[in-house]
């Protein structure tokens, strides 16, 4: 069965990456294992997710020792839904719950909850920015 709301771990790891740019903008660059402790993730996994927001040009790559990525534009240009679709690829509207629908045409136990709830998690992603989550982090030593 599916679950209401899919979101990989991948794309969560992308979402909280890249607010944690916009949390760290006093640095110019951050680097894979800063964030990686600073979000209790794993290195290997997050350095894979960052390479697929380089090539949507999401983030700039800079190699080196003391390299690491930074946002490739302002965080008041990049919705969730970019980076949703940079890992995830098209967002589907799904209407049922099930892997192949059972109930009739236009008929659902659940009426139009399923279709209206991904309605709205559709319309979040395009309307969120990641400006709008500047300071969402605890200010401490690793965030």
Known sequence: MNNLLR???????????MVYLVHRADRDIVSIKDMAVALNVSENHLSKVFQRMSKVGLVRSV?????GFLLAMPPTRIRLF???TAIEGE???????LPKRICRKNMCILGQ???NINKE????LKVK???????????????
């Open 91 to 97: 967002f589907k509207i799904e209407e049922c719950l």
């Open 7 to 17: 979101i990989s771990e991948a794309t969560l790891l992308a979402l909280h990456g």
């Open 121 to 124: 998690v559709l319309h979040y």
């Open 129 to 143: 920015k990641l400006s709008d989550f500047k300071g969402i982090y605890k200010r401490d030593k690793t965030l």
């Open 113 to 115: 909850l399923i279709g």
């Open 82 to 84: 970019d980076i949703f």
């Open 63 to 67: 190699r080196g020792p003391h390299g």
